[in-house]
């Protein structure tokens, strides 16, 4: 993972949520699949499940790409991939603790 590519955000306000600044040249999941393996403290190739059971890498990448002609001004997705809601736009990546079922 390249430096540039992911900058943690300081948000001690929640510690069950981890928020990244993406660099806006690297396809978003990639970013997803580096953030996530990044909180899971392991490597991006070994996470327990690929990227696509949770969401669509290629449809995440069209639609979150830098296209200022798109006329969308603010584009977030949001999906649970294990035990973690990831929310992703065009500038961050948020990954948050999912909560116990009652």
């Not at 600044?21 to 580096?34: F, G, L, Q, T, Y």
């Not at 990044?38 to 327990?48: A, F, G, I, S, Y």
């Not at 065009?90 to 116990?100: C, G, K, L, Y």
Request: net charge negative; glycine share 2%.
């Amino acid at each position: 993972m390249a430096e540039s590519e992911l900058t943690p955000h300081d948000d001690s306000e929640q510690p069950n949520r981890a928020v990244f600044e993406v660099d806006r040249d690297v396809p978003r999941s990639i970013a997803v699949v580096n953030a996530l393996a990044e909180v899971m403290e392991c490597d991006p190739r070994k996470l327990p499940e690929p990227l696509y059971e949770a969401v669509d890498p290629g449809a995440l990448d069209a639609l979150l790409m830098d296209d200022s002609t798109s006329g969308a001004t603010s584009v977030s997705v949001w999906f649970e991939y294990c035990d973690y809601n990831v929310g992703v736009t065009p500038e961050r990546i948020i990954i948050t603790a999912s909560e116990p079922p009652l």
